[in-house]
């Protein structure tokens, strides 16, 4: 069960390879040549990231390189896996991972540790939970890459003209909030969690009620509903950059303005 104060740590992470084998063991000689990574606790962003491009020890296969855009040349001066890894797994370390497509990532993950004499394996140090099984689950007989989930469910996916380790980490974690319920609202900044109330905390009274001559039942408002109300309007059009079509309809030259 969890307890009421528990942080669950989560990382959603992404990596990209300098190719990968049709047969075999996908990641057998090759590198991994960026990671990137983003924190969520308790379902929210932190705002802590974790961006790295790493030097291979092979050149970049052209077929790969139309993917992420990432060439050999870029990678010139940055440090190789060996480097970087201490850092990576002080990021990743107690969390649950994230990772679309979980076996390609972390099979290249342990396949770097290992080559690099690392006494580290990703399971033994985070959990690892694969979002692809997750849309495929909840989305049979459906495309569930990450360009259909964003599609499906309305993730703005326009900057990614190439593949990109952080880029893609970013989305993916929009991509699982949706997935499991808790996509962000547009006005998520002003929102505080309300307590619904319980059945018996609900009493019941008359409410007095209007009905108009086409027999559409109103019930009035409370002057705190009506104040809600006109804030909540008062916020639309603010986000809407005075666009607001409700507050226009309100308006006293609504007649004239509106048709």
């Not at 010139?76 to 480097?83: G, I, L, Q, S, T």
């Not at 997935?179 to 319980?198: C, D, H, K, N």
Request: aromatic share 6%; glycine share 6%; charged share 30%.
């Amino acid at each position: 069960m969890k307890e009421e104060n528990e942080i669950i740590r989560q990382i959603v992470l992404d990596t990209e390879t300098t190719g990968m084998n049709q047969f075999g063991a996908h990641y057998e000689g090759h590198c991994i040549i960026e990671i990137g990574a983003v924190e969520l606790i308790n379902r929210k962003y932190t705002g802590r990231k974790l961006h790295l491009y790493v030097k291979p020890d092979r050149p970049i296969d052209p077929e790969a390189i139309k993917v992420h855009g990432i060439t050999d040349e870029m990678l010139a001066d940055k440090p190789d896996f060996a480097a970087v890894a201490q850092e990576f797994i002080d990021f990743i370390k107690d969390a649950e991972l994230l990772i679309h497509n979980a076996p390609f990532d972390v099979g290249f993950m342990d396949y770097e540790f290992r080559k690099h004499h690392i006494d580290v394996k990703t399971a033994d140090i985070c959990t690892i939970t694969d979002t692809l099984q997750m849309a495929r689950r909840q989305y049979p007989g459906k495309r569930n890459n990450l360009d259909a989930l964003c599609d499906r469910l309305h993730i703005d996916n326009s900057k990614r003209t190439l593949h990109g380790a952080l880029l893609d980490a970013e989305i993916l974690g929009d991509v699982y909030l949706a997935m499991t319920g808790g996509q962000v609202s547009l006005f998520a900044e002003q929102e505080t969690e309300t307590p619904v109330p319980q059945a018996e905390e609900i009493k019941e009274e008359l409410i007095p009620v209007k009905i108009s001559s086409e027999g559409l039942i109103a019930l009035p408002l409370t002057e705190e509903e009506s104040a809600a109300h006109a804030e909540y309007l008062s916020l639309i059009n603010k986000k809407s950059k005075d666009n607001c079509i409700w507050i226009k309809r309100l308006s006293p030259d609504a007649n004239e303005t509106v048709h």
